[in-house]
């Protein structure tokens, strides 16, 4: 159980809060999933709606069939809410006629009905019926104001009434706005920023109550303007969303694609109670603006994917294969998807940092692509100017409010910095923009930058004492960013070593996608090495990349295979393995912080660390199979070692355990979290799962140190595996042959699976026998070496390369 007490002096007394049960009131599409989201940090859960019209009063069934209906849309919906789907045990559901009483047990009741005023209103009615004193209560509403949702409510439910607006899906989008009442406790927001910080895993921002607070007010603000560019300048929606996505530090799903996501009407609505809300913005008329297209659209109930077409439509083709057309939003027919050529668009593709690109569009590219780019991103820069102090006093709440509720890589102010201030203030104002006068102050007193590094800490330019402040709450993190200038004891370009602090270092992954080349293994080496022999308590390997690693590097295995060098290719991979080991049986503890994809080789070294610190959203597995080969850092080893770990529990019976390991590598299985990771045993009892992914590093730093604490003991090479022989491997091969003649493998699926069977069962051994790591090292590179002389792993390999995708072949 996750739990946060707080201490509360009230008179004489002193309290404890803490949260052990919450009711969520409305099981829609974000009250199921932030039901779900509680669940997955081990926190009990009433979920409740209405019940259906003529239910009998005595089938509880059919009058809970709204929120039994919802919760198991939610839970087999994609992307998964729940990080394991045992945690549904956890969610009670009912309903408000005949279990709103149960809200007297629980310490925070969460509304998350239909933004209509009256109908809250009628749900805080109950609630002051039956909830306990002091118990918080919570709105999810994207929009209405603090003031009135609370207005004409008893002087305690002022009291512990907050705006807690979570994005959607909300395990995922890591935004959770704290929107305070006019008259809400401080204490309560304290601990609610404090709380979704620790045990939500969220990135908390503190917002002022004002028209969509922070992040839609900027993100819709955003959206609008695009669209209204969009129409002035002729672009194709396909050209606006290769515009709007990676290229500037943005999701795939561009700005029309997200547009479908959200609901069109959904955006609409929300477009214009901002216009209506806010009459003194002085760039209102992007949110009065109504794009030709729109009227049709909303007309035509062509909201997304909610009602199967919007800006984009899926149908089925000729060939009776999926097939995505897209909007002529000059014609309003669907058409086939079109291709986008821009030459700035392409050189930005060689260009590796979102700085990079972002220059390139703002001072070298001359086309229609460019000029959109830069226009957005003026008026951009314009309206959060004027944002502050309107929305927030402080500029980095609106960086952290795009980043983590839009999923941008970085945020407004953020990206300004990249392209300079004092240059682009005139190129504001030769579009008829302006630029808040606290800018101007500021680069005129010289200060050149919103953010900045010193003495290893990130801080902020703060309007109100001019000056440059630590980020309230990143004092206690570790930043590598923050750290690179003063702290940064050896970069080789694809790696470095930086000092943490407290006699822990910490190796950061810089390769492309942090495969693990020959570059970051010699780094690696390295690193453990200098930490072993300065006197260093140990190592964290850790990154703040979007991904922690995607395995080997495939371009070089492929390059060697093509050039005949085998010897080098033998001795690359033996490095690998040995890398492996190193890690394994150093003198000091390394500990590994994965997150995000850690597929491949970083599954691999991950599980032979001293211990793993996971961020809950890591997803992690052996996945060579998909591109024709078999783990060979170790990883078919250690499943074999960690199967053969649970030979010995009493009442064991031996081939199913083989059996469930080689299939998650026979099927390249993903977990899809930390704890899914957990019960796959890729992780284990030992390793820490950490919700707030900026509070990995730190509790990285920390294992190391308990670790040294407990008397850390180098790890000795396992020569006692257990290995059951060709009994089993017949079993195996069986079960092989029997995926194939159901058509679920195809031929050389097969011949793979027969690969990792082979080494997992110790080889051509006539019975059980007990082997060394090495021995299944030296198999498993066998293996793995055979594999790569097959014409049909190589077109795997190369169709990956080029496409990002594994190949059945």
């Given at each position: 159980?996750?739990?946060?007490?707080?201490?509360?002096?009230?008179?004489?007394?002193?309290?404890?809060?803490?949260?052990?049960?919450?009711?969520?009131?409305?099981?829609?599409?974000?009250?199921?999933?932030?039901?779900?989201?509680?669940?997955?940090?081990?926190?009990?859960?009433?979920?409740?709606?209405?019940?259906?019209?003529?239910?009998?009063?005595?089938?509880?069934?059919?009058?809970?069939?709204?929120?039994?209906?919802?919760?198991?849309?939610?839970?087999?919906?994609?992307?998964?809410?729940?990080?394991?789907?045992?945690?549904?045990?956890?969610?009670?559901?009912?309903?408000?006629?005949?279990?709103?009483?149960?809200?007297?047990?629980?310490?925070?009741?969460?509304?998350?009905?239909?933004?209509?005023?009256?109908?809250?209103?009628?749900?805080?009615?109950?609630?002051?019926?039956?909830?306990?004193?002091?118990?918080?209560?919570?709105?999810?509403?994207?929009?209405?104001?603090?003031?009135?949702?609370?207005?004409?409510?008893?002087?305690?439910?002022?009291?512990?009434?907050?705006?807690?607006?979570?994005?959607?899906?909300?395990?995922?989008?890591?935004?959770?706005?704290?929107?305070?009442?006019?008259?809400?406790?401080?204490?309560?927001?304290?601990?609610?920023?404090?709380?979704?910080?620790?045990?939500?895993?969220?990135?908390?921002?503190?917002?002022?109550?004002?028209?969509?607070?922070?992040?839609?007010?900027?993100?819709?603000?955003?959206?609008?303007?695009?669209?209204?560019?969009?129409?002035?300048?002729?672009?194709?929606?396909?050209?606006?969303?290769?515009?709007?996505?990676?290229?500037?530090?943005?999701?795939?799903?561009?700005?029309?694609?997200?547009?479908?996501?959200?609901?069109?009407?959904?955006?609409?609505?929300?477009?214009?109670g901002i216009a209506e809300n806010c009459?003194?913005?002085?760039?209102?008329?992007?949110?009065?603006?109504?794009?030709?297209?729109?009227?049709?659209?909303?007309?035509?109930?062509?909201?997304?994917?909610?009602?199967?077409?919007?800006?984009?439509?899926?149908?089925?083709?000729?060939?009776?294969?999926?097939?995505?057309?897209?909007?002529?939003?000059?014609?309003?027919?669907?058409?086939?998807?079109?291709?986008?050529?821009?030459?700035?668009?392409?050189?930005?593709?060689?260009?590796?940092?979102?700085?990079?690109?972002?220059?390139?569009?703002?001072?070298?590219?001359?086309?229609?692509?460019?000029?959109?780019?830069?226009?957005?991103?003026?008026?951009?820069?314009?309206?959060?100017?004027?944002?502050?102090?309107?929305?927030?006093?402080?500029?980095?709440?609106?960086?952290?409010?795009?980043?983590?509720?839009?999923?941008?890589?970085?945020?407004?102010?953020?990206?300004?910095?990249?392209?300079?201030?004092?240059?682009?203030?005139?190129?504001?104002?030769?579009?008829?923009?302006?630029?808040?006068?606290?800018?101007?102050?500021?680069?005129?007193?010289?200060?050149?930058?919103?953010?900045?590094?010193?003495?290893?800490?990130?801080?902020?330019?703060?309007?109100?004492?001019?000056?440059?402040?630590?980020?309230?709450?990143?004092?206690?993190?570790?930043?590598?960013?923050?750290?690179?200038?003063?702290?940064?004891?050896?970069?080789?370009?694809?790696?470095?070593?930086?000092?943490?602090?407290?006699?822990?270092?910490?190796?950061?992954?810089?390769?492309?996608?942090?495969?693990?080349?020959?570059?970051?293994?010699?780094?690696?080496?390295?690193?453990?090495?200098?930490?072993?022999?300065?006197?260093?308590?140990?190592?964290?390997?850790?990154?703040?990349?979007?991904?922690?690693?995607?395995?080997?590097?495939?371009?070089?295995?492929?390059?060697?295979?093509?050039?005949?060098?085998?010897?080098?290719?033998?001795?690359?991979?033996?490095?690998?393995?040995?890398?492996?080991?190193?890690?394994?049986?150093?003198?000091?503890?390394?500990?590994?912080?994965?997150?995000?994809?850690?597929?491949?080789?970083?599954?691999?070294?991950?599980?032979?660390?001293?211990?793993?610190?996971?961020?809950?959203?890591?997803?992690?597995?052996?996945?060579?199979?998909?591109?024709?080969?078999?783990?060979?850092?170790?990883?078919?080893?250690?499943?074999?070692?960690?199967?053969?770990?649970?030979?010995?529990?009493?009442?064991?019976?031996?081939?199913?355990?083989?059996?469930?390991?080689?299939?998650?590598?026979?099927?390249?299985?993903?977990?899809?979290?930390?704890?899914?990771?957990r019960k796959m045993n890729i992780l284990?009892?030992?390793?820490?799962?950490?919700?707030?992914?900026?509070?990995?590093?730190?509790?990285?730093?920390?294992?190391?140190?308990?670790?040294?604490?407990?008397?850390?003991?180098?790890?000795?090479?396992?020569?006692?595996?257990?290995?059951?022989?060709?009994?089993?491997?017949?079993?195996?091969?069986?079960?092989?042959?029997?995926?194939?003649?159901?058509?679920?493998?195809?031929?050389?699926?097969?011949?793979?699976?027969?690969?990792?069977?082979?080494?997992?069962?110790?080889?051509?051994?006539?019975?059980?026998?007990?082997?060394?790591?090495?021995?299944?090292?030296?198999?498993?590179?066998?293996?793995?070496?055979?594999l790569l002389g097959e014409a049909k792993?190589?077109?795997?390999?190369?169709?990956?390369?080029?496409?990002?995708?594994?190949?059945?072949?």
């Open positions: 159980m996750f739990n946060l007490f707080q201490t509360e002096s009230t008179g004489t007394q002193t309290t404890k809060r803490s949260i052990q049960k919450v009711a969520v009131l409305g099981s829609g599409v974000m009250g199921s999933r932030i039901a779900c989201h509680f669940a997955n940090i081990g926190v009990k859960v009433l979920l409740l709606d209405i019940v259906p019209k003529d239910a009998p009063a005595n089938d509880k069934a059919k009058r809970n069939k709204i929120v039994n209906d919802a919760l198991t849309a939610a839970i087999k919906g994609k992307p998964a809410p729940l990080y394991v789907e045992d945690s549904k045990r956890l969610i009670e559901t009912g309903n408000f006629e005949d279990d709103f009483s149960k809200i007297a047990d629980c310490d925070w009741i969460l509304e998350a009905v239909i933004e209509r005023i009256d109908i809250k209103h009628q749900i805080y009615d109950k609630v002051e019926q039956y909830r306990k004193p002091g118990s918080l209560i919570t709105s999810n509403t994207s929009g209405i104001p603090m003031w009135m949702l609370c207005k004409g409510r008893s002087d305690d439910f002022r009291k512990n009434f907050v705006g807690t607006h979570f994005f959607n899906p909300p395990r995922y989008l890591r935004l959770l706005e704290i929107i305070p009442g006019p008259e809400t406790d401080p204490s309560i927001v304290d601990f609610l920023m404090e709380y979704g910080d620790l045990y939500l895993g969220k990135q908390m921002v503190l917002c002022k109550d004002t028209p969509a607070f922070i992040a839609n007010r900027v993100g819709i603000y955003t959206i609008a303007k695009i669209f209204q560019l969009a129409v002035e300048l002729d672009m194709t929606i396909e050209e606006v969303d290769k515009l709007t996505g990676p290229a500037i530090g943005r999701p795939n799903t561009g700005t029309f694609r997200l547009g479908d996501l959200v609901g069109l009407d959904t955006s609409a609505k929300v477009t214009t009459p003194e913005d002085e760039q209102r008329g992007v949110f009065t603006y109504v794009p030709p297209f729109m009227p049709k659209l909303l007309e035509n109930n062509w909201l997304g994917d909610k009602t199967g077409q919007g800006f984009y439509k899926k149908i089925k083709n000729e060939k009776g294969e999926s097939e995505i057309l897209s909007l002529d939003l000059n014609t309003m027919e669907y058409v086939a998807k079109r291709s986008v050529k821009f030459a700035s668009l392409d050189a930005t593709k060689q260009l590796e940092t979102l700085k990079e690109r972002m220059n390139f569009f703002f001072y070298m590219g001359q086309d229609k692509a460019a000029t959109f780019v830069r226009r957005s991103f003026l008026g951009l820069f314009s309206y959060v100017s004027h944002r502050i102090p309107e929305i927030s006093d402080e500029l980095f709440r609106l960086d952290d409010g795009l980043r983590s509720g839009f999923a941008w890589d970085k945020g407004p102010f953020e990206i300004w910095d990249m392209v300079g201030i004092a240059k682009v203030i005139p190129m504001i104002e030769a579009e008829g923009l302006t630029v808040a006068q606290w800018v101007k102050d500021m680069v005129a007193a010289g200060h050149t930058s919103f953010y900045k590094n010193e003495n290893g800490q990130r801080k902020y330019y703060d309007l109100k004492s001019q000056s440059y402040t630590v980020i309230p709450g990143t004092e206690s993190l570790i930043i590598l960013d923050s750290l690179k200038e003063t702290k940064e004891i050896w970069n080789n370009g694809d790696s470095a070593i930086i000092d943490l602090g407290d006699g822990v270092l910490g190796f950061e992954f810089r390769s492309k996608a942090n495969t693990l080349g020959e570059s970051v293994i010699r780094g690696l080496n390295y690193a453990i090495e200098y930490t072993e022999k300065n006197g260093y308590h140990g190592l964290v390997v850790g990154n703040e990349a979007p991904n922690f690693s995607l395995g080997a590097n495939l371009a070089l295995v492929q390059m060697m295979v093509y050039e005949g060098d085998w010897d080098e290719l033998y001795f690359a991979v033996k490095s690998f393995q040995d890398m492996a080991m190193r890690i394994r049986t150093a003198s000091v503890p390394v500990v590994f912080a994965p997150h995000g994809m850690t597929l491949g080789g970083g599954c691999e070294y991950t599980m032979h660390s001293a211990r793993a610190v996971a961020a809950a959203e890591t997803y992690i597995g052996l996945v060579e199979v998909g591109v024709g080969i078999i783990p060979a850092g170790g990883g078919t080893k250690e499943f074999t070692l960690r199967a053969a770990d649970k030979y010995s529990k009493p009442g064991v019976v031996e081939l199913p355990i083989l059996q469930e390991y080689f299939m998650a590598i026979a099927t390249a299985k993903v977990a899809t979290s930390g704890e899914e990771a284990r009892d030992t390793d820490k799962v950490v919700v707030n992914l900026n509070r990995r590093l730190k509790e990285a730093r920390e294992t190391v140190l308990e670790l040294v604490a407990d008397g850390y003991t180098p790890v000795v090479p396992r020569t006692d595996i257990k290995v059951l022989g060709r009994s089993a491997l017949s079993s195996l091969y069986a079960g092989i042959y029997g995926m194939y003649n159901g058509r679920y493998a195809s031929e050389h699926d097969m011949k793979i699976a027969k690969k990792a069977a082979y080494v997992m069962c110790g080889g051509d051994l006539s019975g059980v026998n007990y082997v060394s790591e090495q021995y299944l090292l030296d198999l498993e590179r066998e293996a793995f070496l055979s792993t190589m077109e795997r390999i190369a169709h990956t390369l080029k496409t990002g995708k594994p190949l059945r072949n």
